[in-house]
């Protein structure tokens, strides 16, 4: 355990992973399945565009569905950077590049799996694909911000402090 990172953020980095693992869970429901989420979209999609046809606003649907997936793996793989970034702050960061995709994935397939229980869902290795390239993403995005702060806190002596 790194000694410049207190016990207290060490715990809210895993408690802010746990917690969105929660979330994508949730979200993987019958609450939230399309049965359940159209009649609510697409009465909005035909109001703000009325001129769009029923199979527009079902594409449309879909699309932000899918980005649904793509956003939530997005952001867990974010989460999780954080958290082994403070964890293992001397492991190399392709570890933790390494760690961060292998966990989202795994979770992702365990979400699908978990989604074939669901009468109103089924399971879709597309879905994990979406997920897979989503955490990806954010594992890159979160790999290149530490970067850049690292190179900032080189360069900048007033960042120290």
């Known amino acids: 355990m790194n000694q410049s990172v207190s016990?207290?953020?060490?715990?809210?980095?895993?408690?802010?992973?746990?917690?969105?693992?929660?979330?994508?869970?949730?979200?993987?429901?019958?609450?939230?399945?399309?049965?359940?989420?159209?009649?609510?979209?697409?009465?909005?999609?035909?109001?703000?565009?009325?001129?769009?046809?029923?199979?527009?606003?079902?594409?449309?649907?879909?699309?932000?569905?899918?980005?649904?997936?793509?956003?939530?793996?997005?952001?867990?793989?974010?989460?999780?950077?954080?958290?082994?970034?403070?964890?293992?702050p001397v492991a190399s960061a392709k570890r933790r590049i390494i760690w961060s995709v292998a966990f989202s994935v795994i979770y992702a397939i365990s979400d699908e799996l978990h989604q074939s229980f669901v009468p109103s869902r089924s399971a879709s290795a597309v879905d994990v694909s979406i997920d897979a390239i989503g955490a990806i993403c954010g594992t890159l995005l979160s790999y290149r911000h530490n970067q850049r702060l690292r190179v900032d806190l080189n360069t900048d002596p007033s960042a120290r402090r």
């Open 7 to 88: 016990r207290h953020d060490l715990i809210v980095n895993r408690a802010a992973v746990l917690v969105w693992m929660i979330v994508i869970f949730i979200f993987s429901t019958d609450s939230f399945s399309s049965t359940r989420t159209t009649p609510i979209i697409a009465p909005f999609l035909s109001s703000l565009f009325p001129s769009l046809t029923e199979a527009h606003i079902e594409n449309i649907g879909l699309l932000l569905r899918k980005l649904g997936h793509w956003s939530e793996y997005f952001i867990l793989a974010v989460l999780l950077m954080r958290a082994l970034r403070a964890e293992f």
